[in-house]
């Protein structure tokens, strides 16, 4: 699992012209599954996300998660995460799972996101989606499973 983690003010992800999920501040996700990947990983991930100290105290240290800060959480399934560009000119996309496995536990990370006390707002699994983000900072990490 490979989630691309980006501190924002706010973000909205938009399908045939539609938002279907924005926030204000917290942050967005870029999540991607792969063939591995189990509930397990799954569960470590969204809770290390969720208690990731990235936002900052009073003091300006990045000492806050975004439960503490009440942040929410939007949630944008992208397979070219694991887009291999090693050879060629065109990326590989093999380690990206496929559709009928990657979706169940898309899913299941949103719940335990939620299920953590967060917001979690969504894109549209598989659509074409535009997204829009304004980058606090910028923070962007990079969270993965293994």
Same mark, same amino acid.
């Given at each position: 699992? !490979? @989630?691309? @983690?980006?501190r924002s +003010? ?17 942050l967005m ?15 470590? @991930? ?10 900052? #105290? ?10 503490? *800060? #009440? ?8 397979? *070219?995460?694991?887009?291999? *560009?090693?050879k060629g000119? !065109? =990326? ?6 496929? =559709?009928? +496995?990657?979706?169940?536990?898309? !899913?299941?990370?949103?719940? +335990? ?26 923070? *962007? ?6």
């Amino acid at each position: 699992m !490979r @989630v691309v @983690v980006q501190r924002s +003010k706010q973000a909205s992800v938009t399908v045939d012209g539609q938002i279907v999920g924005q926030i204000e501040a917290g942050l967005m996700l870029l999540v991607e599954i792969t063939h591995e990947d189990t509930e397990q990983d799954i569960a470590y @991930v969204a809770e290390k996300i969720a208690n990731l100290r990235i936002f900052e #105290d009073e003091n300006g240290k990045m000492n806050r998660s975004v439960l503490d *800060t #009440d942040g929410s959480i939007l949630s944008v399934s992208q397979f *070219t995460l694991y887009g291999d *560009t090693r050879k060629g000119r !065109r =990326p590989s996309f093999m380690e990206a799972a496929r =559709p009928e +496995k990657a979706e169940p536990l898309y !899913r299941l990370f949103n719940e +335990k996101l939620g299920s953590l006390g967060l917001s979690v707002e969504t894109g549209v699994f598989g659509a074409m989606m535009q997204v829009s983000l304004v980058n606090d900072g910028p923070v *962007t990490l990079i969270v993965e499973n293994k």
